[in-house]
């Protein structure tokens, strides 16, 4: 009898908890956004605008990286959960897969603009001039041998001039994002792979193997030249600054705001300008996105609203608010394009989504 009255007892308490928990959930009034450190200042900028100009309150921004901010945002539908996260590379399928098994079937996609992938030196350091094919060859786990045959061995590479005997004397040492950034897929896509497939022979691999290729091309060294600095910028910054000789790798956007400290290389003949990443002449830039539930939408209030105000004209058009804070701004006619799928919440196709 009062095993049974003690189970009952914990079993009312267990409901009253959870109903509490689902009640204290349902009650958010604010939108939360988690997600990429590179799209984290613009979406700041637009959650404080949005809090300070609307009745509704001011969301609560999270920089988690963008793999794990599409973690949290694919856990699940409901006022527990993420509404938004933000994202300096596309959605993956597989991603698209998890959140459609965890609930998570109309996402709302989000252009916001481009941005660049720089790597950057302190200002009192000398000015640096590289080639992806140097980027590969500098930081890839594997390299094509030195003695010319079309074999792979561990990279041997200690200074820049071993890489290129143009390049200084210096041991390579550069400070990136982990793998959870999106910034560190973007630079592995265009900056790894830029190098890697000047190589015609693991070019050719691509055919064959899709996977090895993607293994050779996309895979940093883990022998200290390259050293994972977490997803805070702020952080490279302050350590380029203590050490001339070390490069760093983050967006764009944030060289711009940190002018004062770091400058950006000239990466295959071109330097990343607000002009020539618009442009596209950059070689290492990037489209920046952002995702909504659409299942939250009338649930926790103001994210309709909120979208609306990041994709109106005043905050990434041409003169927004968000160009000031070093977003490259997208073609007018896409703009036009992205702000009405804001407008009337359409929802991503998975099969779009390769």
Known sequence: MKKSILKLTLSTALLVATAANVQAAESRD???????STVYPFSTVVAEQFGKTTDFKTPKVESTGSGGGLKLFCAGVGTNTADITNSSRRIKASEVKMCAENGVEEIIEIKVGYDGIVLANANSAPDFEISRKDIFLALAKQ?????????????PYETWKDVNST???????VLGPPPTSGTRDAFAELALEGGCKKFAWIAAIKKTDKNKYKAVCHSVREDGAYVEAGENDNLIVQKLEANPAALGIFGFSFLDQNADKVKGSLIDGVEPSFEDI????????????????????GIVPGIAEFLQEFTSEKAWGEEGYLSEKGLIPMP???????????????????QEIK
């Not at 604010?30 to 990429?36: F, H, Q, T």
């Not at 830039?285 to 939408?297: D, E, G, I, Q, T």
């Not at 896409?334 to 196709?349: M, P, S």
């Open 143 to 155: 390299v094509p041998n030195p003695d010319g045959t079309e074999t792979l061995v561990e990279n």
């Open 332 to 350: 007018a006619y896409e703009r036009g394009y992205v702000a009405a799928t804001a407008k009337y919440l359409g929802a991503l196709d998975p």
């Open 30 to 36: 604010y939108i939360s956004v988690v997600g990429s």
């Open 278 to 297: 618009a442009s596209g002449e950059y070689p290492v830039s990037r489209s920046l996105f952002f995702y909504a539930k659409k299942a939250h939408v």
């Open 167 to 173: 390049l200084p004397n210096t041991k390579i040492e």
